[in-house]
């Protein structure tokens, strides 16, 4: 049997990156994937990537066009959910992600740190709230929120990214405790740097950043190396891990 056969997940940023690779896995596995992206035809490849696979697994995917930082556009995914696959047992708050415009505490524009705190912060506390409810209805479940290697470690140029990340890192803790009498698991993945598309635009801007790869034992995280990760949280093989935040960062944090 598929190891999220009978599941149900919610993806946020699903339309790219880690979140495709995680939509297209967990779909593999036997879930039914709500894709929740703002990015119209990326979110239509992904569920065209996963009915195209076949999956023999009975998992399947719907996009649907959402803000994950509006209160009505993600009660309404959420709602769509339910609607189609009649539950909803996994939710992935994968939103969110850096820009070239991040910099010291001193030197940042004020619109790249409200930017990051409203999608990455703010965006996995909507998921959070309308899907959490859900998720008690169906008996308990998985929560996977997106922390990073730089939540774990210092390093600089990245000051609001790493302050939005530090949050993610703490209220996942702190959910894990308010969330486990309802049989809901909270986890963070902390990934290091991964090769997404967003990477390779950052490359075009910053070639320095290749220089980090030195600190990667293993060299650079791919996406479907986080999406195994989601897997096993959202999946009963974890079934009494939480508030653990996992890093995947190809041992930068211990090197």
Request: hydrophobic share 40%; net charge negative; aromatic share 6%.
């Amino acid at each position: 049997m598929a190891r999220l056969t009978g599941k149900v997940a919610f993806i946020s940023g699903a339309g790219k990156g880690i979140g495709r690779a995680t939509a297209i896995r967990f779909a593999e596995e036997g879930a039914k994937v709500l894709i929740a992206d703002l990015d119209i035809e990326a979110g239509n490849e992904t569920q065209k990537l996963i009915e195209t696979n076949g999956f023999t697994s009975g998992g399947e995917g719907l996009f649907v066009e959402t803000d994950i930082t509006d209160h009505d556009s993600t009660n309404n995914a959420v709602k769509r959910c339910i609607n189609q696959f009649g539950s909803l047992s996994i939710l992935h708050n994968n939103a969110g992600g850096s820009t070239m415009n991040d910099g010291r505490v001193t030197d940042f524009p004020d619109e790249e740190f409200w930017r990051v705190m409203k999608l990455d912060v703010y965006g996995a506390f909507l998921g959070s709230r309308y899907a959490i409810p859900e998720i008690i209805k169906a008996g308990g479940g998985s929560v996977i929120n997106m922390s990073s290697n730089l939540a774990l470690m210092g390093m600089g140029g990245r000051d609001c990214y790493t302050a939005a990340k530090g949050a993610i890192a703490s209220v996942t803790r702190s959910m894990a405790v308010e969330y486990a009498p309802d049989k809901i698991r909270v986890n963070a993945i902390a990934p290091s740097v991964t090769r997404t598309e967003r990477l390779k635009k950052f490359l075009i801007e910053d070639p320095q950043i290749l220089d980090q790869q030195k600190d990667h034992l293993l060299g650079f995280i791919e996406p479907e190396n986080v999406a195994d990760l989601a897997v096993y949280l959202a999946s009963d093989e974890s079934n009494v891990i939480t508030g653990q935040i996992m890093s995947i960062d190809s041992g930068i944090t211990i090197s």
